[in-house]
């Protein structure tokens, strides 16, 4: 509770789902939605499912932000910048989740990215995070994910 809940926020999205400065900071309090029973957030254009815990920082993050900004008719940020209407500047979100909170970017995304690659195939993985099928296809060969069953399953119930 003593960081500063941005960061907290900023660090989650980048150990968790990979995400870098200047995506996290090109969220706005639009990019979550809520079901009765899930919350959501939508990183290029996917909405991924957020757990529990990031799930209540998330939502006081938004409302903290939109009630920060008054910007009218604009989709509020959700990390806002000192200027009005701008959103945090990313090189100095990396250096705040590194100096304030000892999380470096790089690797905490490798890392991210090198776990995900090990549960999801290279295709969802892409499409979940916005990355391209290529890269996708790196991280599941560094993480040694055998496509097999990912296969099979299109195999049997191939997309409509």
Do not use: M
Not at 11 to 25: E, F, H, K, N, S
Request: aromatic share 4%; no cysteine; glycine share 6%.
């Amino acid at each position: 509770d003593s960081l500063a809940l941005s960061l907290r926020v900023a660090g989650a999205l980048v150990l968790l789902y990979g995400q870098i400065p200047t995506r996290i900071v090109e969220l706005t309090v639009n990019s979550i939605t809520a079901t009765d029973t899930d919350t959501y957030l939508v990183l290029q254009n996917q909405p991924v499912l957020l757990p529990p815990p990031l799930v209540a920082l998330t939502v006081e993050l938004a409302a903290r932000s939109a009630s920060v900004q008054s910007s009218a008719g604009n989709s509020a940020w959700l990390f806002p910048g000192t200027r009005p209407g701008a959103h945090v500047y990313p090189g100095r979100l990396a250096t705040a989740l590194n100096q304030k909170i000892g999380i470096y970017v790089r690797p905490g995304r490798g890392a991210a990215l090198n776990a995900l690659a090990t549960d999801l195939p290279a295709p969802v993985l892409a499409e979940l995070l916005g990355l391209s099928v290529t890269t996708a296809t790196r991280w599941s060969a560094l993480a040694a994910r055998d496509n097999a069953d990912y296969v099979a399953a299109r195999i049997a119930a191939p997309p409509k």
